[in-house]
């Protein structure tokens, strides 16, 4: 059972780092960027002459680490899975810098038999100057955790796709080494390239990173509305609902609203949904939400 008293203290370290274009240029080649050469946008987040760094990218950048494995917080670690995503760009991500960010529990849900969800934010500043590039909003879903009947915390709410027919549909083709290569994000958890780890875990081969997933989402973001212009994304959220197998072909669906475009991601060899609840914040003119203000 969780412990919230201690989840309601914790502090984070101050989280710091530095990345170049080397980093950006790799996460944009995870995600399948530079797959068609001719692709003048693509080679603008693959190649250093006027580099440009994928919104998403954001998310990787000054991970706090598998902070949660602190004996006292009491979080049951091989019960818990990846839940939601969210990253708002106070301004658009440089694609090299020396950033640091501070971290704080957000929120933290009973949802009972169900389990626990714990919200973690971050807010990545730039060094020297101190400005805030962006928020980022980690939830963790925790299977084995829940039932200590108190919450705490701003949570946000997820909205469902529209229920009418999507106005963009756009397929996404992962590559069969896509999880190989992820990891090279530092995301080393053998989950997606040990066959027996990923067995012990109930899967008969490695999975696709929940983040790669969401990532694509970006990349189809950029590709079917944005026409590669990455300043126009401000923000992108989804919740995980099912895991990607290396190799299958990610179909968007994708809605148009005022500012914005809400998604939905789907294998349809399998007939599952795999990222849904997705909205994405476009051009410029908004605020922040309340759990995305800068600490």
Same mark, same amino acid.
């Given at each position: 059972m969780l412990n919230v008293d201690a989840l309601e203290s914790w502090e984070f370290p101050l989280l710091e780092q530095t990345y170049g274009p080397r980093e950006t240029m790799l996460y944009a080649a995870t995600l399948g960027f530079g797959r068609d050469p001719l692709c003048a946008g693509q080679l603008r987040f693959v190649y250093e002459k006027s580099l440009a760094a994928v919104p998403s990218f954001a998310a990787i950048l000054c991970h706090p680490g598998r902070w949660t494995a602190a004996p006292d917080l009491g979080v049951t670690l091989n019960k818990t899975v990846h839940g939601e995503q969210?990253?708002?760009?106070h301004q658009p991500l440089p694609p090299a810098g020396e950033i640091v960010a501070t971290a704080r529990v957000q929120a933290v849900q009973d949802k009972g038999e169900k389990g626990a969800l714990i919200h973690a934010a971050r807010t990545i500043?730039? =060094?020297a100057t101190g400005a805030p590039l962006a928020t980022i909003l980690h939830s963790t879903f925790c299977r084995a955790d829940g039932g200590f009947g108190r919450d705490f915390g701003s949570v946000p709410v997820a909205e469902s796709v529209p229920a009418r027919a999507p106005d963009l549909v756009l397929d996404i083709e992962t590559r069969p080494e896509a999880a190989v290569l992820y990891r090279l994000n530092n995301d080393l958890n053998p989950l997606h390239i040990d066959p027996d780890y990923a067995a012990r875990a109930?899967?008969?081969?490695?999975i696709l990173h929940g983040l790669c997933t969401w990532g694509l989402a970006a990349r189809a973001m950029l590709e079917g509305v944005l026409d590669y212009d990455e300043t126009q994304l401000r923000s992108i959220e989804a919740r995980f609902?099912?895991?990607?197998?290396?190799?299958?072909?990610? =179909?968007?669906?994708?809605?148009h609203q005022d500012g914005l475009c809400r998604?939905?991601?789907r294998v349809e060899a399998r007939d599952v949904v795999v990222l849904d609840a997705g909205r994405c914040l476009l051009g410029d003119g908004h605020e922040a939400p309340a759990y995305m203000v800068p600490a």
């Open positions: 969210r990253v708002f760009l500043r730039d =060094r109930g899967f008969d081969r490695p609902s099912r895991p990607v197998f290396p190799g299958e072909t990610v =179909r968007f669906q994708i809605w998604f939905r991601a």
